[in-house]
Nanobody
Framework: QVQLVESGGGLVQAGGSLRLSCVASGSIASINAMGWYRQAPGKQRELVATITGGGVTNFADSVKGRFTITRDNAKNTVYLQMNSLKPEDTAVYYC??????????????WGQGTQVTVST
């Protein structure tokens, strides 16, 4: 089994910064892409940013230029640096990792989510 544990969420004023971390653990053979998604109240979950094992990144248009995604492959960890935060960034942020274990092919695993609240 694979577990993803997020940390770093919280309450911040508009214009501020937060850094989210997500550590994957368990019977991991290989991790392909890792990423962050978010879900605001009453809205569908949406992609924020992804990063491949080789470091290729992809961002939602709404966060380009403000958010940065990085990963430490040796630690099975992905980070999301969020700068110039806006109230519309308020959401529960979920970590995702496409992971292969010793018994299962690549599939998506999710963390439990961490709340990010941006006040005006």
């Amino acid at each position: 089994q694979v577990q993803l544990v997020e940390s770093g969420g919280g309450l911040v004023q508009a214009g501020g910064s937060l850094r989210l971390s997500c550590v994957a653990s368990g019977s991991i053979a290989s991790i392909n892409a890792m990423g962050w998604y978010r879900q605001a109240p009453g809205k569908q979950r949406e992609l924020v940013a992804t990063i491949t094992g080789g470091g290729v990144t992809n961002f939602a248009d709404s966060v380009k230029g403000r958010f940065t995604i990085t990963r430490d492959n040796a630690k099975n960890t992905v980070y999301l640096q969020m700068n110039s935060l806006k109230p519309e960034d308020t959401a529960v942020y979920y970590c995702n990792a496409r992971t292969r274990t010793a018994w299962l092919p690549f599939q998506d695993y999710w963390g439990q989510g961490t709340q990010v609240t941006v006040s005006t």
